[in-house]
């Protein structure tokens, strides 16, 4: 056949493995087919792929793993090997030390924080980090030996020793080679010129004791020493002698000669007295006698004893409210707010509390609580620049004068027409004066006086105009109503069963003849009073005291101090409350629920209706006074009294015209001195 060259031949199809091709194999040309040329011969040297070819065995496809990835970027181009995750943040991180945080890493340098260190070359650029100690703490480490340390300014530590002083303060190990010890020295010395604080305490809280202990009893006001055996106060002298040597406990020091004493041991028998039978002391039995019976009586104080006569034991407790006249208020309840004052009788009265605003004023008999918008201030009752026994008038427009009391008795003020003046009595004379004791039972002598003399009052006044009726007294006579004719009767008492009575002079002695059993003990309550009594039981004789403070139920206070100038009312529970005085020219008001001491500038009271011009006169040292020629009505003013703080008045038949100058008077008396005008 022709000589044909490949690229004459036809396009071949997909090649499918049987195809036939002709190859030299051992020198002669010999077919096979395209598989069999696939197939062998086997590949025996390993490359790389771009990716995984299973139809190569011996391939190696390249493959990213921690920090590392493969980019392709395509036929004709690269294949790239790059760094990621920490591994590519490694690449730009800054300089330093190298930390990693989570996906990435990052630079970091060392510093100190606080004073103690430094660290040099932190971020390793220049070195290694260096960290060191500093100011107090590099001088701590360069310290040697043992020591106490101390802080001896911001930067320098040095070692110090606690030191005693002497004859005050022991210490051992003061330089901290073993735990300081710091103790009182021997008989010290306590420096200093104030005073030392002794414990102390009640004789309740005395300790056990032990010999040669102080302390300062607040029950007693000494100090005390434990002396082995007993508590003994120390005295402030040689005068005193709180122990005696060689007594012991419940014996009593008998001086029996000079600078000799001896002991009396308290009996083994409970009740038993120290007796003198003329020659030396001895025990006896009791020598005062037996209280048989023992009652209590309230008398007229409004107090009430309930439990007697105790004729063997038992206790007699008071009750009841004591009376105004024994120093009591007799009253047993109150009213939050309420003020006693007294009225009448045996009791105080209560008023309530007054309104939020009110204040206190009189009405001439009690004490009111009082709105001050009722209350008008309409007239000065004083003029400042006034001596005793002078009157007050205006002179002219805005000018007052005074006109002084004359020195002759029975002298009148008098208009002359154109002032003031003073003339003789136009009024009259008495001419007879005398005086009758009417029912009274007095009787009088010396009347009538027609110029002078003397009345005098003798007789004896009667039960009905406050007197007795009686004119003399016989020893132990008492005065007793006697509803008949409502007389005053003279009675003696009379004695019962067993009661003896001797009158005397002045006096009434009443005693028991007879006995009525025998009382062995007597004892005091106070109830729920408030007060206490001490001393009881009386076993044979003795005193009961009262002490404590009566509450307001049984008609005490409850109070047992005051500050001068207190005031007393009720507000709660069973004592009286103190209101303390207030500051000078403060008025008491009502807060609603208790008294107030209220400053009167921040009160406002009525409308001064007749002083409309009070401002001028504001604290009373100037009257203004505006001239006037109005045809109107005037009436000049008066006082009523010559000396003191008095009322100004007018007269209304008195009248004044500054319009015609017309003083006006009803009735004109003349007497001397009188001249002009017309009458």
């Given amino acids: 056949m022709a000589n044909v060259t490949i690229t004459q031949l036809p396009a071949a199809g997909a090649i499918t493995g049987s195809e036939l091709v002709p190859i030299v194999q051992n020198g002669q040309t010999v077919q096979t087919t395209t598989a069999a040329i696939s197939a062998s011969p086997s590949q025996t040297q390993t490359f790389i792929t771009v990716n995984q070819e299973p139809t190569l065995p011996n391939s190696r496809a390249l493959s990213g793993s921690t920090g590392v990835g493969i980019t392709d970027n395509g036929a004709q181009s690269t294949l790239e090997i790059n760094l990621n995750g920490v591994s590519g943040s490694l690449e730009s991180s800054g300089v330093g030390l190298i930390a990693k945080t989570g996906g990435t890493v990052t630079g970091r340098t060392l510093t100190a924080s606080g004073s103690g260190l430094t660290v040099t070359n932190g971020n390793g650029v220049s070195g290694n980090p260096t960290v060191a100690l500093d100011g107090a703490l590099a001088a701590l480490a360069g310290l040697s030996g043992t020591g106490i340390l101390a802080l001896q300014n911001t930067s320098s530590v040095g070692g110090i020793q606690i030191l005693g002083t002497s004859n005050q303060i022991i210490v051992a190990n003061g330089n901290g080679a073993g735990n300081p010890t710091i103790s009182i020295s ?62 012991l406990a419940n014996e009593i020091l008998v001086q029996n000669g000079p600078s000799s004493t ?26 005062l006698g037996t209280v048989t019976s023992v009652d ?25 409210t004591l009376i105004t006249s024994n120093g009591g208020t007799g009253l047993d309840s109150y009213t939050a707010g309420d003020i006693t004052y007294y009225a009448t009788g045996t009791a105080l009265s209560k008023l309530g509390i007054g309104s939020s605003t009110f204040i206190l004023t009189s009405s001439g008999t ?28 205006n002179t002219a427009s805005g000018t007052t004068s005074f006109i002084s009391a004359p020195t002759l008795a029975n002298t009148y003020l008098e208009w002359s027409g154109s002032a003031f003046q003073w003339s ?31 009345i005098t009052l003798a007789g004896t006044l009667a039960v009905a105009n406050g007197g007795t009726g009686q004119t003399s007294y016989a020893d132990g006579e008492l005065l007793i109503g006697n509803t008949t004719g409502n007389t005053l009767a003279k009675a003696t008492l009379t004695a019962g069963s067993g009661i003896s009575i001797t009158n005397g002079s002045g006096s009434i002695t009443i005693a028991a003849t007879g006995g009525a059993g025998t009382v062995t003990s007597v004892d005091v309550s106070g109830g729920t009073t408030g007060l206490t009594t001490s001393g009881g039981p009386v076993t044979s004789s003795g005193t009961i005291t009262i002490a404590g403070t009566l509450i307001t139920s049984n008609g005490g206070t409850g109070l047992n101090s005051y500050t001068a100038g207190d005031l007393v009312y009720y ?28 400053d009167p500038s921040g009160i406002t009271v009525g409308t001064a209706t007749n002083a409309t011009n009070a401002t001028d006169a504001t604290n009373a040292d100037n009257v203004a006074v505006t001239a006037t020629s109005t045809n109107a009505t005037y009436y000049p003013t008066f006082v009523d009294a010559t000396t003191g703080d008095n009322a100004i008045e007018v007269d209304t038949d008195l009248t004044y015209n500054p319009s015609t100058n017309t003083l006006t008077v009803p009735t004109l008396v003349a007497t001397t001195g009188i001249s002009g005008g017309t009458f």
């Fill in 366 to 393: 009690a004490p009111q609580w009082t709105d001050p918008a009722s209350i008008t201030v309409s007239v000065a009752t004083n003029v400042a620049g006034g001596g005793a026994n002078q009157i007050v008038y």
């Fill in 262 to 287: 001896t002991f009396i041991t308290a009996p083994t028998v409970a009740n038993t007295f120290l007796e003198w039978s003329g020659s030396a002391f001895q025990w006896s039995a009791n020598p």
């Fill in 186 to 247: 021997n008989d010290p010395t306590l420096p200093g010129t104030g005073a030392v604080q002794m414990p102390g305490g009640t004789t309740a809280e005395r300790p056990s004791g032990t010999a040669g202990q102080v302390r300062f009893n607040s029950d007693t006001g000494f100090m005390e020493y434990y002396t082995g055996s007993m508590w003994a106060n120390l005295s402030a002298g040689a005068s005193i002698a709180n122990n005696i040597g060689g007594g």
């Fill in 296 to 320: 209590v009586s309230g008398g007229t104080t409004g107090l009430s004893y309930s439990g007697g006569p105790i004729t063997s034991s038992g206790t007699i407790t008071m009750a009841g």
């Fill in 571 to 598: 507000a709660t529970g069973t004592a009286l409350s103190k209101l303390g005085i207030g500051s000078s020219t403060f008025i008491l008001t009502s807060s609603g629920t208790a008294p107030q001491w209220s």
């Fill in 424 to 454: 003789s009595n136009p009024l009259g004379t008495v001419t007879s004066v005398d005086v009758s004791g009417g029912t009274t039972g007095l009787t009088t002598s010396g009347g009538p006086v027609t110029t002078s003399g003397t």
